[in-house]
């Protein structure tokens, strides 16, 4: 009876209805109206492709970065003396390189070469076989002349390598002096090539009524005016330098070039010579005027032609780089196109003594260039008028 009573208590209302308990609303986070409700939304228009992953970063270790930097400097190392120890300069096919004057004939002269040239590739940085040994030629060549003061080797051997420290100079001092299969014929001969030209060649032909003209201008008188009427010569003139001439900042600049023989295409017709395609000459001319220009020293300058025209004009890259300010100016004053333009020009190459010098010669090769006209112009009315009187003679001779 009891069991009875316990089950049908289990059922009533009161006691099943305390089971169910009310919450208190204020204590729960009311939901906002914009949150997500959990169903699909489109992402079209909110969101691109490329934007994906762009605001992830990721950070390397600290100590990977030391260790690359580390092994990197290490491979540079190595590399640099593999390129010393397999490259070398002094390879095998040395003598198929066009240019190089001196070649050591012993092994004691080859390494010391050797060191020459680590010590020029240092100062020059990195350049090909063919610059380095021709620049190893004029530092040997420079040390080897007993014609030089010390002063004067050192101010040579910077203007090719530029400044030099004392500990360095000293070092290749005596290197140059452990070279002893260097010849005085192998000096003569690279000398000899544009160093050493005092003269440029011009041919022309004219009547033999027309006198010879020196290359300052003169008008030289001929004695045998009559006698080589009629016959025509051709007479070549050769602008020869003084030796005597007092303008010692010129002397060097006039031996090898007379400031006459430079109008506006003087590059355009010495690249010619190397170049059959005449628009690659003029191009080509038109940079090497923008070079000289806009370079910095004569070693920028140096490297800058070299790289332009080749190394098989390297003899023409040394004419340039030794008469670059007068080359430059006298094809700049030939070029001007008005004479606002002309005197600009002028009144800059009067701010320099060598220049003023130049100028002052083509301007007084315009004023020679009026006399030889004039009496160019006498000799032929002459000549004009023994004709006439000739044929009048023979005319009368016929008549009787």
């Not at 997500?36 to 990977?64: C, F, W, Y």
């Not at 140096?302 to 080359?327: A, H, I, P």
Request: hydrophobic share 35%.
């Amino acid at each position: 009876m009891a069991d009875d009573a316990a089950r049908k208590l289990q059922f009533e209302y009161k006691v099943n209805s305390s089971l169910v308990l009310l919450t208190d609303r204020s204590l729960i986070d009311r939901r906002p109206r914009d949150e997500s409700t959990g169903e699909v939304l489109s992402l079209a228009g909110k969101i691109r492709v490329q934007d994906m992953g762009h605001k992830s970063q990721r950070n390397k270790p600290l100590m990977l970065q030391e260790k690359r930097a580390k092994r990197q400097k290490r491979d540079e190392m190595q590399q640099d003396a593999l390129k010393l120890k397999s490259a070398s300069l002094l390879a095998e096919d040395l003598d198929d390189v066009a240019g190089i004057i001196y070649r050591p004939k012993t092994p004691d002269t080859k390494k010391t070469y050797e060191y020459i040239l680590h010590c020029i590739q240092e100062a020059l940085g990195d350049q090909s076989r063919e610059i380095l040994c021709g620049a190893a030629d004029e530092v040997i060549a420079t040390f080897k002349n007993t014609n030089m003061k010390d002063k004067e080797r050192r101010k040579e051997t910077e203007a090719l390598l530029g400044p030099l420290a004392d500990e360095r100079y000293n070092i290749i001092v005596n290197l140059c002096k452990k070279i002893t299969d260097w010849k005085e014929e192998e000096t003569t001969a690279a000398a000899d090539n544009i160093d050493e030209t005092y003269g440029v060649n011009v041919q022309f032909e004219e009547s033999d009524q027309e006198d010879e003209e020196d290359v300052y201008g003169e008008v030289k008188e001929d004695e045998d005016d009559e006698e080589q009427e009629g016959e025509e010569a051709v007479v070549e003139l050769t602008l020869q330098s003084r030796a005597d001439d007092p303008n010692k900042a010129l002397r060097h600049s006039s031996e090898i070039l007379n400031p006459r023989d430079i109008d506006a295409f003087w590059l355009q017709r010495n690249l010619a010579k190397h170049c059959k395609d005449p628009m690659v000459a003029q191009a080509k001319a038109k940079e090497c005027l923008e070079i000289l220009q806009s370079a910095t020293d004569d070693r920028d300058l140096e490297n800058r032609l070299v790289r332009t025209l080749g190394y098989g004009q390297f003899d023409f890259v040394k004419l340039l780089r030794s008469n670059r300010m007068m080359v430059l100016h006298c094809i700049l004053l030939a070029q001007a196109q008005t004479a606002q333009e002309r005197s600009q020009i002028e009144n800059k190459m009067m701010t320099d003594p060598n220049l003023a010098k130049v100028l002052r010669e083509l301007r007084n090769t315009d004023e020679t260039a009026d006399v030889v006209a004039e009496e160019r112009q006498r000799k032929t009315m002459q000549r004009a008028s023994r004709l006439q009187v000739g044929s009048l003679y023979h005319v009368l001779i016929a008549l009787v």
